[in-house]
């Protein structure tokens, strides 16, 4: 699909600048296919970026991952020594929730949006933490005239999202900025 296909190119990008990435979507089937995209097209050995091949193209938090399972994650994806590292996190929203501190990534792609928008604010707030010292950067990816497209417009209309729309970065001060795209 298109949307797989930008959310390689921006994969691609991050590898090359060294960067993590977490990918959000409200649906584990969601999760699964894009696990199963990354597995079979993203060679994050070929930059020369340090992983083994031993290591997980992605990994992932969903409801089904266990507290200490998921601190193992949390803290391996930040940088900790862990067997679970990897350059991309796969998280589903509803588990992405408060509490979770993911500033070992700079980008976040929302792959699709929640009904409530306070939930894909939560989201985005996984990067944009204390103790960020990157500026941030988060893709809604979304396909016009599909439900998703509805999903944003309620969102915007319901007035939530008024500082986090595409185009807005939030600098290593962690002021929001005006990022013009062509």
């Known amino acids: 699909s298109g949307k797989l296909q930008v959310l390689f190119s921006i994969l691609h990008s991050a590898q090359v600048a060294r960067e993590k990435v977490v990918v959000v979507s409200t649906s584990t089937s969601t999760l699964d296919l894009i696990d199963r995209f990354i597995?079979?097209?993203?060679?994050?050995?070929?930059?020369?970026?340090?992983?083994?091949?031993?290591?997980?193209?992605?990994?992932?938090?969903?409801?089904?991952?266990?507290?200490?399972?998921?601190?193992?994650?949390?803290?391996?994806?930040?940088?900790?020594?862990?067997?679970?590292?990897?350059?991309?996190?796969?998280?589903?929203?509803?588990?992405?929730?408060?509490?979770?501190?993911?500033?070992g990534a700079n980008r976040l792609v929302l792959f699709d949006s929640d009904w409530n928008p306070a939930a894909d604010q939560?989201?985005?707030?996984?990067?944009?933490?204390?103790?960020?010292?990157?500026?941030?950067?988060?893709?809604?990816?979304?396909?016009a005239g599909t439900i998703e497209e509805k999903v944003f417009q309620r969102q915007l209309m319901k007035g939530e999202l008024s500082g986090s729309v595409v185009g807005k970065e939030r600098g290593t001060d962690g002021k929001e900025e005006e990022e013009e795209e062509e």
Request: proline letters at 3%; hydrophobic letters at 35%; charged letters at 25%.
């Open 39 to 103: 597995r079979k097209t993203a060679d994050l050995d070929s930059v020369g970026d340090g992983l083994s091949h031993s290591s997980p193209a992605a990994v992932r938090i969903d409801g089904r991952t266990h507290a200490e399972e998921r601190q193992r994650i949390v803290d391996a994806f930040n940088g900790l020594p862990h067997p679970h590292g990897g350059r991309v996190l796969l998280l589903s929203t509803r588990a992405g929730g408060v509490g979770l501190n993911l500033i």
């Open 122 to 143: 939560q989201a985005m707030a996984r990067i944009w933490r204390d103790g960020q010292k990157k500026r941030c950067h988060v893709y809604r990816l979304l396909t």
